[in-house]
Each structure stands twice: as C-alpha cells, then as structure tokens.
C-alpha cells in the first residue's frame, strides 16, 4: 500500500531562462550507467517513477528493452520489450520494474512542440493524445526500434550539446510524434490524417475541458468560450465523440475524483470541494450514479483489487 497524504505529486519542467519552455530527456531510473552506443552522459529521471503522481506536462516514453508494468489511470499495461507509451498532462501513473528499463524518457510542454512544429497537426489530434480515444501504447517491431533509436540518439546529442539548437530539437520531436502516429492508424486500420481526426471544434471543446474541468461545469460556459451556441457545440461533440457535452464534461470531474479517492486520504467531501462540487450529496448522488458505488465504497474496492 502507498502512503496516501492529501494530495497526488504534481511534476513540472524545470524553470529555464529561455524564452520557450525547455524539453528535457532522461534515461530510467534502473537503467545502466551507461548507454553503449552515446558517448554522451544524460541524466537519470529525478522523479520517483515508481510512486503515483502526475505532470503539468507531456511524456514519451521510448522502451528498448525491459520488463514490468506502466499504470495508467486505473488501467495496467504490461511492458514486455521495444514500445512507445504516452502520458498527457494530469494523467496518474506510475512504472513498477521487473527488469532493468533501457531507452528515454522525453518530457515536453505543448508550448515547445507548437512553437517548433506550427503547421503539424495539434497534440490532442494524434491518436495516443486524442481524450476521448487515447492509446498510450505502442508495441514496435525491431525495425521500428531502431528507427526510433537513431532519432533519440540524435536528439539525445544535440541536446546534451553545450550551444544546443532548440529548433533542431523541436524538429525531431515533431517528426517522432508523425512516424507513431503514422504507425498506430497502420496497426489500427485508420483513415490517414486528416481524414481522420476530430473536426476543429469538437477538439477545441476537448482541450478546453482538459484544462478547464474543475471549475467550468456547463456547456454553456464552454459554447460562450468558443463563439458558438450550446446546442451547436452539443451537436458537434455528439456527432463526432460519440457523447453529450455534458457528459463528457462529467466523465472528466468524475475521473478526477477517482484519481484523489484512490491515490490521496482526501475525505469524500474534501475531493468535492477540489472539484468545485461543493453539495456532498450532489457528489455523492451522482458518483454513485456513474460507479454503481458510493465514493468511500469505491476507494475500498479499488484500494483492495489494485494496489
């Protein structure tokens, strides 16, 4: 069991100087003290990977070899050889080793990657980012492996380089995140981009309740926000998520309080103020509505099934 305190961890980049959020790249925490194939020293992660906690930031995490487990969300993905997993801003995880990890872990702001790449599509529109239909794995052949491989070490290089060209950088990352997503519709049969995505405004709503779920609660904040009408923006959400707005807008206050019931010792009534629901019985009622379960039953069930 995890010592539980009031709140989850929250990691952010460190401050820099620069006037464009920095991209940072790290190795495992168990990984080798050196990589045989860069001459070049990069850091272990800082953070304590194996405890749950979250980011104000975007992550890939490039697994060459290793097994064990990646939590995310409530949802356990086994890590056995080469993949790509993928972590958005506000998400739980947490890595449990069972042998020794070799790759890297690329941590960047949405700031960076925009600023370098302004004509790619956006992040929320790649389909291991996209909120309503996230695939935060992807399992790679040895061919792909070694591709991936030489755009980090290439990366790895230029950013461990005293006079680092950031926009060199920036283009890497971009093309990264082209050729998984490129991969992932190949593996999944989808429709090339951008036949594919979300149309501009279902994706605007999208990014707008990941960022502002706690506090805006109504549609009509959000239709207000985006220049159009409520029942516009319902009808757009509904077409193209395959969900009301508001329940979309719901699954994510709710996913939010699972995340404090399971992971802090935050009472029921405590996690309804956070959330900005501050009618216990209103929280309560609609929990239950949603799980089956009452808040205080659904910490003790997947307290007791999962960790």
């Known amino acids: 069991m995890f010592a539980m305190c009031n709140t989850i961890p929250v990691h952010s980049l460190p401050?820099?100087?620069?006037?464009?959020?920095?991209?940072?790249?790290?190795?495992?925490?168990?990984?080798?003290t050196a990589q045989k194939e860069s001459p070049l020293s990069l850091p272990i992660t800082p953070l304590p990977t194996n405890t749950p906690h979250r980011?104000?930031?975007?992550?890939?995490?490039?697994?060459?070899?290793?097994?064990?487990?990646?939590?995310?969300?409530?949802?356990?993905?086994?890590?056995?050889?080469?993949?790509m997993h993928f972590l958005t801003p506000g998400q739980v995880h947490l890595l449990t080793f069972s042998t020794?990890?070799?790759?890297?872990?690329?941590a960047f702001s949405e700031d960076f990657y925009t600023f370098y790449n302004p004509v790619n599509p956006s992040l929320s529109s790649l389909p291991f980012f996209q909120p309503q239909r996230r695939q935060p794995v992807l399992t790679i052949s040895e061919p792909e492996k070694k591709y991936f491989h030489n755009i980090l070490e290439n990366m790895v290089s230029d950013h461990l380089h005293?006079?680092?060209?950031?926009?060199?950088?920036?283009?890497?990352?971009?093309?990264?995140?082209?050729?998984?997503?490129?991969?992932?519709?190949?593996?999944?049969?989808?429709?090339?981009?951008?036949?594919h995505t979300v149309p501009e405004l279902a994706g605007r709503f999208q990014e707008m309740v990941e960022?502002?779920?706690?506090?805006?609660?109504?549609?009509?904040?959000?239709?207000?926000?985006?220049?159009?009408?409520?029942?516009?923006?319902?009808k757009m959400v509904r077409k193209h998520l395959g969900i009301s707005s508001q329940e979309y807008i719901l699954d994510k206050l709710l996913l939010e309080a699972k995340r404090l019931l399971v992971f802090t010792s935050l009472s029921s009534k405590e996690i309804g103020y956070h959330i900005h629901l501050e009618d216990p019985s209103y929280f309560s009622r609609i929990f239950k509505k949603k799980t089956g379960l009452t808040p205080n039953e659904y910490r003790d069930h997947v307290r007791k099934s999962t960790i």
């Open 55 to 83: 980011h104000t930031y975007y992550e890939i995490l490039f697994i060459e070899e290793g097994q064990g487990f990646h939590e995310i969300d409530f949802r356990s993905y086994p890590v056995q050889g080469a993949g």
């Open 100 to 106: 020794s990890f070799q790759g890297y872990i690329v």
């Open 162 to 195: 005293a006079g680092a060209d950031q926009t060199m950088i920036g283009k890497y990352l971009g093309i990264l995140l082209q050729k998984c997503s490129s991969l992932v519709r190949e593996k999944d049969n989808l429709p090339e981009s951008p036949v």
């Open 15 to 32: 401050k820099t100087t620069d006037q464009v959020p920095a991209l940072k790249i790290y190795r495992f925490k168990n990984s080798s």
């Open 211 to 234: 960022k502002n779920f706690r506090q805006m609660h109504e549609v009509q904040q959000y239709a207000q926000a985006l220049s159009v009408s409520p029942d516009y923006l319902g």
